[in-house]
């Protein structure tokens, strides 16, 4: 009798083993998050899947090592070792499980709209700078006063917003910090190109 339910808490076991490599696999691919907002959907909503399933199984794990514990005190020596130490396997990988996904979560609801204020912002100043640039070339000398009057009144305006996407972009080195280089250059680059201008039109 003993040894039908040892079998029997073994398969539950496997199945279980299967499904967490399953779900850990998939969580490897949110190993590096997105600095991109369509990406960052794209992860969120992984993220509410894998959730979702981990939560599903999270009675059947607490049966398991019930039941694993209950069998434990019904056998002895190596094979007691051998089902405790399975027991303990399980449970720490789910635990791990949860604390991953946890911090996935918290990672991802602050990066997301942190990355849509950071394009967005980003965007609005590149086409200004764009269309600065493009004035500035094919402007005449004689008529060009009156425009870098507006030029001037637009930089004083923006520069609050490319302040702000520096700090926005520290906020997300922060959190993405894989992507580190990729948001400096790109900061250090319209910061560059802004106080350029500033520069060519003062």
């Not at 279980?16 to 960052?40: A, V």
């Not at 599903?56 to 209950?70: I, R, T, Y």
């Amino acid at each position: 009798m003993i040894g039908e339910e040892i079998a029997n808490f073994l398969k539950r076991t496997n199945m279980l083993t299967e499904w967490l490599g399953k779900i850990e696999n998939d969580m490897d691919k949110l190993d590096t998050i997105s600095i991109y907002p369509e990406e960052l959907s794209e992860q969120s909503a992984l993220l509410a899947d894998l959730t979702m399933e981990i939560t599903k199984q999270e009675a059947l794990v607490s049966a398991v090592v019930e039941d694993g514990h209950e069998l434990c005190r019904q056998t002895t020596g190596d094979e007691a070792i051998a089902l405790q130490s399975r027991i303990e396997a399980l449970r720490a990988r789910y635990l791990d499980l949860t604390a991953v996904t946890d911090e996935k979560i918290a990672i991802l609801s602050e990066a997301l709209p942190l990355s849509e204020k950071f394009h967005d912002g980003y965007d609005i100043v590149q086409q200004w700078m764009d269309a600065v640039e493009q004035d500035l070339q094919n402007t005449p000398l004689e008529t060009q006063a009156t425009i870098l009057a507006q030029m001037e009144d637009d930089l004083t305006k923006l520069r609050p917003e490319v302040e702000e996407i520096n700090d926005i972009s520290k906020q997300l080195q922060n959190l993405v910090r894989s992507k580190t280089d990729e948001l400096e250059m790109r900061t250090d680059d319209i910061t560059h190109r802004f106080n350029h201008l500033s520069e060519q039109v003062s």
